[in-house]
C-alpha cells in the first residue's frame, strides 16, 4: 500500500507541475502576444526601414492568436507592410522614414509595391531619407525612392543590370545513370529544357533576354524618375560600372554623400530639429507594423474579399508555402457566400504547378463570378498554372515586373534504366492486360505509354488554350500564337491583351469596388491558416530532417545543395505539369 501511494502521490505531483507550466506557458505568451503595448510612437518619430526577414504577399497571421508572436514563421507580409505604410501616412507623430535595407528578401513586384507606397508618403509632406554600408541592386531600387541617399565611405554598390543563369543536367544525367523523360509542347516550354541539352537554345536565350531587358527598364525608368536622372544616363553607369566605388556613385549622383552612420545620424537630428546629443526617437518598422494593424484604414459594413494564392500548386489541402484547390476553393465559397462581401480579388503568385488543381480552381472562380465580381491581382509570379487560375477572372491586374504567361504544359518522369543496369538490378513484369503494366521506372519508357502521356500533354494545353481564349476574349489561334510556355513582363503581357491593366493589389481592389458599386467598404482576408501553434508539433517532427539538411548543405556546398533541390523537385513533380518554364535567378 505504501508504495501505491507514493506511486500516486508521485504521479498526481507531475499533474499539478505540468498543469502550473502550461498556465505559465499560456501566461507569457498572453505577455509576448501583448507587447506591442510597450512600443511609444513619440512626437518626431522616425520609423527604421530594415527588412530582416523575407517578404510575402500574405501570412494569414491571426491578431488574435496568443502564440503568434512566440511561434512566428519569420516571414513579414506584404499586406502588412503596406498598411503600415499607409498608417504612418497620416500618423501626426511619425517625421518621416529611415530606410536601412541589407539584402532585401522580397520579388521585384513586391518591392515596386512598398516602392509605391513609400511614394504616396511622401506625398503628405514627410521625409524618406537612406543610408547604407553596401547597396544591391534590389536594395538600391527601393532606398532610390528616398529624398537623399547615403552610403558608407568604404561602402559598395552593385548596379550593373539583370542576369539569368540556369543549370543544365543532361550530362549529370548520362553520368549517373539516372533521366527524366520528358514529354511537352511549347516551343518555349524550356522548364525541361536542362534535362534534353546541355546548352541554352536559341528560344529560350530569347525569351529570357527579353524578360530581364523589360523588367530592368522599369527599374530604371522608376530610379532615373526618382534620382532626376535619364534611362541612358543610368544605363551607361551599369555598362561602365559607374557606381563599384562609394566615390564614383556619388560622382554619377547614384548617392547624395558618403557618410558614417553617426553623421548619418546627426542630419536626421537636424532634419527633425533635435540637438546634437539628443537621442532620435526611432520606432523600427517590425514594431510599427503591429500598431497599425490596430488602425484600419477602410471601414463598412460592405467588404472587399481579397484571397491569396501563393506558392506552387499541388493537389491537396494548401497552405502558405503552396496552392492546394481545398483552401482556396473554400476561401472562395466562404467570400461568395458571405452576403456582406460584394466583390471578391484573387491575388496570385506562382510560378504554376498541377494542371488539375488549376482547373479545380478556375472552375470555381467561374462559378464564383456568376455571383460576384472576381478581380485578379497579379504579384511577383503569375506563370502557366499561376496565370491558368487567373485567366478565370473578370479583370486582370500586374506589376510592370510581374512574370506572367507561360502558357504551355509538360510531362516529367524519372527513370533509372541505365543506372539499374550498371548495377546488374533486373526487373520483371506481369500484367493481366495490354497495358496493365503501363511504366517502370527500371525499363526504358515504350513509344505506346509515350504516345498516352503526350496525348494528355496536348489535351491539356488544347483546354490552357481555351481558358485563355474564353477569358481574355480572344480567339484560340491568337492565344497560341503567344503561347508556347512563353513568359512576358507585366508590360508586355499588357500590350498582348493578356491582362487588362497595370497596377498593384489596392488598385486591384478600387476596380472590384468600382464593380460593386460601393464606395465605403472594408478588406477581408482569406485564407485563415492553420495557428502557429497548431503547427509547432508538425515543426517538431521536421527538426531532425531540417538538421540533416543542413549538415548535407554544409559538406557538399551551396553550388551543389541548390542544384540538388532543383533535380530533387522536378522528380517530384506528380501529374502534367502548367508550370514557369526555367528556374529564374535574377542577379
Known amino acids: 500500500m505504501k508504495f501505491l501511494r507514493n506511486l500516486l502521490a508521485a504521479i498526481l505531483g507531475c499533474l499539478i507541475a505540468f498543469g502550473i507550466i502550461v498556465m505559465m506557458f499560456f501566461i507569457f505568451a498572453a505577455l509576448v502576444s501583448n507587447a506591442d503595448d510597450g512600443v511609444q510612437v513619440k512626437q518626431n518619430t522616425i520609423l527604421e526601414l530594415s527588412f530582416t526577414q523575407p517578404v510575402m504577399d500574405y501570412t494569414g497571421k491571426d491578431e488574435n492568436d496568443p502564440f503568434g508572436a512566440l511561434f512566428s514563421d519569420g516571414a513579414t507580409g506584404l499586406d502588412e507592410i503596406i498598411h503600415a505604410i499607409k498608417v504612418a501616412k497620416d500618423d501626426d507623430k511619425v517625421a518621416g522614414i529611415s530606410i536601412r535595407t541589407g539584402y532585401l528578401m522580397a520579388g521585384l513586384a513586391q518591392t515596386q509595391e512598398i516602392r509605391k507606397a513609400l511614394e504616396e508618403f511622401k506625398s503628405a509632406g514627410k521625409f524618406i531619407y537612406a543610408h547604407a554600408d553596401f547597396y544591391t541592386q534590389k536594395d538600391y531600387y527601393l532606398s532610390s525612392v528616398a529624398d537623399k541617399l547615403y552610403l558608407h565611405p568604404q561602402g559598395a554598390m ?67 524618375a526618382s534620382r532626376n536622372m535619364t534611362a541612358g544616363n543610368l544605363n551607361a553607369i551599369a555598362d561602365t560600372l559607374g557606381a563599384r566605388t562609394p566615390e564614383l556613385a556619388v560622382a554619377n549622383g547614384m548617392v547624395d554623400q558618403t557618410l558614417f552612420y553617426d553623421e548619418y545620424e546627426q542630419l536626421l537630428r537636424k532634419k527633425v530639429d533635435f540637438e546634437e546629443d539628443e537621442a532620435l526617437n526611432y520606432v523600427q518598422f517590425g514594431d510599427y507594423v503591429r500598431v497599425a494593424k490596430k488602425k484600419k484604414i477602410n471601414s463598412g459594413k460592405d467588404k472587399i474579399a481579397v484571397i491569396y494564392a501563393q506558392g506552387e500548386i499541388y493537389y491537396g489541402e494548401g497552405d502558405q508555402e503552396y496552392i492546394g484547390q481545398d483552401l482556396i476553393n473554400r476561401s472562395l465559397k466562404k467570400a461568395r457566400d458571405d452576403k456582406n462581401v460584394k466583390a471578391i480579388v484573387l491575388r496570385v503568385n506562382s510560378p504554376g504547378g498541377n494542371a488539375l488543381t488549376a482547373d479545380i480552381i478556375w472552375r470555381e472562380i467561374a462559378l464564383t463570378k456568376k455571383i460576384k465580381p472576381v478581380v485578379v491581382s497579379f504579384g511577383n509570379l503569375a506563370a ?65 505509354f509515350r504516345a498516352v502521356v503526350q496525348e494528355g500533354i496536348e489535351d491539356t494545353y488544347e483546354t490552357f488554350l481555351q481558358r485563355v481564349a474564353d477569358g481574355r476574349g480572344m480567339s484560340v489561334d491568337a492565344v497560341n500564337e503567344i503561347a508556347q510556355g512563353r513568359v512576358w513582363s507585366g508590360t508586355d503581357a499588357l500590350r498582348l491583351g493578356l491582362v487588362d491593366e497595370l497596377g498593384n493589389l489596392d488598385d486591384a481592389i478600387a476596380a472590384a469596388a468600382e464593380m460593386a458599386e460601393i464606395t465605403t467598404y472594408g478588406v477581408k482576408r482569406y485564407p485563415k491558416y492553420r495557428s502557429d501553434f497548431d503547427k509547432l508539433m508538425e515543426d517538431l517532427n521536421s527538426v531532425k530532417a531540417e538538421w540533416g539538411e543542413s549538415i548535407l548543405k554544409k559538406e557538399i556546398g551551396e553550388e551543389a545543395h541548390t542544384l540538388l533541390k532543383e533535380f530533387k523537385s522536378a522528380t517530384e513533380q506528380k501529374g502534367i505539369q502548367a508550370r514557369m518554364p526555367f528556374t529564374l535567378k535574377i542577379k
Request: charged share 25%; proline share 3%.
Open 384 to 448: 502557366s498554372g499561376g496565370y491558368y487560375i487567373g485567366v478565370g477572372g473578370d479583370k486582370i491586374f500586374a506589376e510592370p515586373t510581374t512574370i506572367t504567361g507561360s502558357i504551355g504544359v509538360f510531362g516529367t518522369i524519372p527513370n533509372v534504366h541505365e543506372l539499374a543496369t550498371d548495377w546488374g538490378i533486373n526487373a520483371e513484369q506481369v500484367g493481366t492486360n495490354k497495358n496493365s503494366v503501363d511504366y517502370s521506372l527500371f525499363e526504358p519508357m515504350s513509344d505506346s
Open 158 to 224: 552593385d548596379f550593373k543590370g539583370l542576369a539569368s543563369e540556369v543549370l543544365y543536367f543532361k550530362e549529370l544525367q548520362e553520368k549517373t545513370g539516372i533521366k527524366m523523360e520528358v514529354i511537352r509542347h511549347g516551343k518555349y516550354k524550356s522548364a525541361v529544357e536542362p534535362f534534353l541539352a546541355n546548352e541554352m537554345s536559341d528560344e529560350n536565350r530569347t525569351q529570357i533576354k527579353e524578360l530581364i531587358s523589360s523588367i530592368w527598364n522599369t527599374m530604371v525608368d522608376d530610379i532615373a
